[in-house]
C-alpha cells in the first residue's frame, strides 16, 4: 500500500485536479451558450494536453508517471464499470423499441464506413475502430470501453476523441434547425438526435434547443432514451472485438514455441462487470418499491451516471498528458475525413430509415 500510494497516488491526484477543473468548464454558460456542448471528457484531455504542451517533464517524470498511466487504464475501466448502474435494460426496452430499426441501421452503416474510410485512407486499424465505434455508439464512452479492449493507446484514444468532439459540436449547432427546415416532427427529431449525434451530452444540447424550435418538452426525455438504446451496442461490439482479439493472440502465441496462450490475460473482464451492473439496476427497478426505495434508487442511479462521467474525464486527463498535442494536429486529416464520413452516412441512414418506417413527420 505504502508504495502504491508513493508510485501512484501524485500521478492520480494531478488527474484528478484536472477533471475537476474541466467538470467546472464543462458547467460553465457563456450568455445563451452552455459549454456542456463540448463535454466535460473533451475538456479534460485539451487541458492535459497544454499542461504537457507547455512542460513536458510533468507527465513524464517519476513521480507521476505511474499514476498517470494507472489512470488512463485502470479508472478508464472502472468508468466503464460504474456507467452500467446508469442502464436500465427494461426501461431501454420499452421505450427505445420503436427506435430499433433505426439504430440498427446508422450503426452498422457507420462501422462499415469507417472499415472502407480505414482502407482507402490507409489509417491505422485501432484509430479506426475507435472512431467507428465512437460515432455510431455513444461517442467518449464507447470509446473508453473498447479502447482497453484493443489495447489501443493513448495517442490514438486522444485522436478518436478530438473527431468525435469536432462533429459533436457541429451536430448540437446544425442539428436542430436541420431538423424542423426538413419537416421532420418531434418523435422523428427526438429519434434522429439520439441516433446521429455521437455524444450524449450533445444529444442533451441539440435535443433542449429542438424543444424550444418545436414548442414541444418530450423531445429531450426520447432522446435521451433512444441514446441509451443506443449505448447498450457497447457490449455486443466490445465482445466482438474481445473475442477477435483472443483469437488473433493465441493465433500469434502458437506461431511461438513455449509462448503459452492465457484467456484469463487477454479478456477484458471488466466488460462483465458492466453488464452485471446494468443487470443490478434493472432488476432493483422491477422488484416492488416504497416511495423511499424509488428516490434512493433515482438518486443512485444518477450518481452513478456522475460518477462514471467524472472518472472518463479523469482518465482523458491522463489521456491528454501523455499526448503530444502538436502531432496529434499534423496527424488529424484522415481521421478526420473518416469522423466526417462516418457522421454524414449515419445522419443519412438515419432519415432515410425514418421516412421508409413512417417516424420522419410523426410528433410527441
Keep these: 500500500m ?37 463535454g466535460t471528457p473533451v475538456f479534460a484531455i485539451l487541458i492535459g494536453m497544454i499542461i504537457t504542451l507547455c512542460s513536458s517533464r510533468i507527465a513524464s517524470s517519476d513521480f507521476t508517471k505511474d499514476g498517470i498511466k494507472f489512470t488512463s487504464k485502470k479508472i478508464l475501466q ?38 472502407l474510410m480505414m482502407k482507402l485512407l490507409k489509417i491505422d486499424g485501432k484509430t479506426a475502430t475507435l472512431i467507428g465505434v465512437g460515432s455510431s455508439i455513444c461517442g467518449g464512452s464507447a470509446i473508453a470501453a473498447t479502447a482497453p479492449v484493443i489495447d489501443a493507446d493513448d495517442e490514438e484514444i486522444a485522436q478518436s476523441i478530438s473527431v468525435i468532439f469536432l462533429f459533436n459540436v457541429l451536430a448540437a449547432l446544425i442539428f436542430p434547425t436541420l431538423g424542423h427546415a426538413l419537416g421532420m416532427g418531434s418523435e422523428g427529431f427526438a429519434i434522429f438526435a439520439g441516433t446521429a449525434v455521437n455524444d450524449t ?88 418499491q416504497s416511495e423511499f426505495t424509488a428516490f434512493y434508487l433515482e438518486n443512485f442511479v444518477s450518481f452513478m451516471k456522475w ?45 432515410l430509415v425514418q421516412l421508409a418506417t413512417g417516424i420522419f413527420a410523426t410528433n410527441l
Excluded: H
Design 78 to 115: 472502472w468508468a466503464v464499470i460504474i456507467l452500467g448502474f446508469s442502464l436500465n435494460l427494461g426501461t431501454i426496452a420499452k421505450v427505445g423499441l420503436q427506435s430499433l430499426p433505426v439504430i440498427v441501421c446508422t450503426i452498422s452503416i457507420s462501422l462499415i464506413a469507417a472499415f
Design 201 to 288: 451530452s450533445s444529444v442533451t444540447a441539440a435535443a433542449s434547443t429542438a424543444e424550444e424550435i418545436y414548442g414541444c418538452n418530450k423531445i429531450l426525455s426520447t432522446a435521451v432514451t433512444v441514446k441509451l438504446t443506443r449505448t447498450l451496442a457497447i457490449i455486443p461490439i466490445t465482445l466482438v472485438l474481445a473475442i477477435y482479439k483472443m483469437k488473433m493472440a493465441k493465433n500469434k502465441n502458437s506461431e511461438n514455441a513455449g509462448n503459452a496462450f492465457s484467456f484469463k490475460k487477454v479478456f477484458p473482464w471488466f466488460i462483465l462487470f458492466f453488464i452485471g451492473a446494468s443487470i443490478i439496476t434493472t432488476v432493483a427497478g422491477i422488484l416492488p
Design 307 to 351: 460518477l462514471a462521467k467524472f472518472f472518463i474525464a479523469m482518465a482523458m486527463s491522463a489521456i491528454g498528458l501523455n499526448t503530444n498535442i502538436v502531432m496529434l494536429v499534423k496527424k488529424g486529416g484522415k481521421p478526420i475525413a473518416m469522423g466526417f464520413c462516418c457522421w454524414l452516412m449515419i445522419s443519412v441512414v438515419s432519415i
Design 2 to 38: 505504502t508504495i502504491f500510494i508513493k508510485k501512484k497516488i501524485p500521478g492520480i491526484l494531478l488527474c484528478l485536479v484536472i477533471a475537476i477543473a474541466a467538470t467546472v468548464l464543462g458547467g460553465l454558460k457563456i450568455g445563451e451558450v452552455k459549454l456542456d456542448v463540448i
